[in-house]
């Protein structure tokens, strides 16, 4: 049903604003310069290398969060 599931998803959204979930993702763009624009590929795929590495430590949080 689309209303619940819009229900359940604005309630999670409400949840999560006030939520104390923080998780730290550092990419590491070594010989990049944020003036490099045509590397954005570059860019991309060391940023989600970089979020790869904390997903778990973000989703444990999350799944903390929910349960308190």
Same mark, same amino acid.
């Given at each position: 049903n689309? !209303? /619940?599931t819009a229900i359940y998803n604005n309630l999670a959204v409400e949840r999560m $604003?006030? =939520? +104390?979930?923080? &998780?730290k993702v550092t990419p590491e763009f070594r010989n990049l310069h944020w003036s490099d624009f045509d590397k954005v590929e570059e860019f991309v795929k060391i940023? #989600?290398? =970089?979020m790869k590495a904390k997903i778990r430590l973000l989703k #444990? $949080? &999350? !799944? /903390?969060? +929910?349960k308190g």
């Open positions: 689309d !209303s /619940l $604003k006030h =939520a +104390q979930v923080e &998780v940023g #989600e290398t =970089a #444990e $949080k &999350v !799944s /903390l969060f +929910q």
